[in-house]
């Protein structure tokens, strides 16, 4: 039986992944902070999903956590780097310092020592397989996108890196960039709980689905060991690209 360990497992994307691996017949070990929704997904997905107390920001939590997984003999075959949050849409004159330092300290930070306590033993196996959730924010500018969408730059880059380093490996690292996506509690956080903005955000707009990353996970870990997908950039159809901005009279 194959092991996948998820971060963010709690909500989201997370969770319909967790979902998804464990329907697939993987043993799956599912991190977050709220250990009360993670355990409903237990009692949920019974005794295939193993809820772990996880806090990517902070380093104790995150070293009991592989510990816990290494005391168990469990070999990560598949590890989905997906714990992620944007705080704010304010443009960078107008944000705050604390939600700069926490998507930082989330998203790269975080996303980067999971990675590095992981990676020795894929290595040593010779075998295993990364995918990171990015976000087209990475690739694409937007007002208010300033820390958010440059923490996603870091995700892409990292993922490529990591493909550089592991050359001569068969440890595959794929980038997932999704775009607009509703169904999630990530613009719940993003706009501080407010419902109103975040009800008028998704109005009238078919946006993705968190079951749609779950494919997507899936399909990338169903492809034959000698293919490494570097990345995928999915938006809803309802979502494309705006011409360049243009200040008249400046
Ligand atoms: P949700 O808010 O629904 O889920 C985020 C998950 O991350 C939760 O399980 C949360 O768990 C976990 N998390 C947050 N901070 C930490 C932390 N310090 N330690 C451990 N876990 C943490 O958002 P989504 O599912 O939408 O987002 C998942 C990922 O997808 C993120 O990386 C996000 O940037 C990315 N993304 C989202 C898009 C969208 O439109 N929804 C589009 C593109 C990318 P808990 O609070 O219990 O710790
Ligand atoms: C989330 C997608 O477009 O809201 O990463 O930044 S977007």
């Known amino acids: 039986?194959?092991?996948?360990?998820?971060?963010?497992?709690?909500?989201?994307?997370?969770?319909?992944?967790?979902?998804?691996?464990?329907?697939?017949?993987?043993?799956?070990?599912?991190?977050?902070?709220?250990?009360?929704?993670?355990?409903?997904?237990?009692?949920?997905?019974?005794?295939?999903?193993?809820?772990?107390?996880?806090?990517?920001?902070?380093?104790?939590?995150?070293?009991r956590a592989v510990e816990q997984i290494h005391e168990a003999s469990l070999a990560i075959d598949l590890l989905v780097n997906n714990a992620g949050l944007a705080l704010g849409i304010e443009r960078a004159q107008h944000s705050s310092a604390q939600n700069w330092e926490r998507m930082i300290a989330t998203n790269i930070t975080g996303l980067a020592l999971i990675t590095q306590r992981v990676l020795p033993r894929m290595v040593e196996a010779n075998s295993g397989l990364i995918i990171n959730i990015g976000s087209i924010a990475g690739t694409y500018p937007y007002p208010g996108g300033n820390v958010y969408g440059a923490s996603k730059a870091f995700v892409k880059q990292f993922s490529l890196n990591l493909r550089a380093d592991?050359?001569?490996?068969?440890?595959?690292?794929?980038?997932?960039?999704?775009?607009?996506?509703?169904?999630?509690?990530?613009?719940?956080?993003?706009?501080?709980?407010?419902?109103?903005?975040?009800?008028?955000?998704?109005?009238?707009?078919?946006?993705?689905?968190?079951?749609?990353?779950?494919?997507?996970?899936?399909?990338?870990?169903?492809?034959?060991?000698?293919?490494?997908?570097?990345?995928?950039?999915?938006?809803?159809?309802?979502?494309?690209?705006?011409?360049l901005n243009v200040v008249r009279n400046l």
């Open 1 to 63: 039986m194959k092991t996948a360990f998820v971060t963010g497992a709690s909500a989201g994307f997370g969770q319909a992944i967790c979902r998804r691996l464990v329907a697939e017949g993987y043993r799956v070990i599912g991190g977050a902070r709220r250990m009360d929704k993670l355990q409903r997904l237990e009692q949920e997905l019974g005794e295939n999903f193993i809820a772990l107390e996880l806090d990517v920001t902070d380093k104790a939590s995150l070293e």
């Open 166 to 243: 592991l050359a001569g490996t068969r440890v595959r690292v794929t980038n997932i960039e999704p775009g607009l996506c509703s169904g999630t509690d990530f613009s719940v956080v993003r706009l501080n709980g407010d419902m109103e903005a975040v009800q008028a955000l998704y109005k009238d707009v078919d946006a993705i689905r968190p079951e749609d990353i779950a494919n997507t996970v899936c399909w990338i870990a169903q492809q034959p060991e000698h293919l490494n997908i570097n990345s995928i950039e999915i938006m809803p159809v309802a979502q494309s690209s705006a011409a």
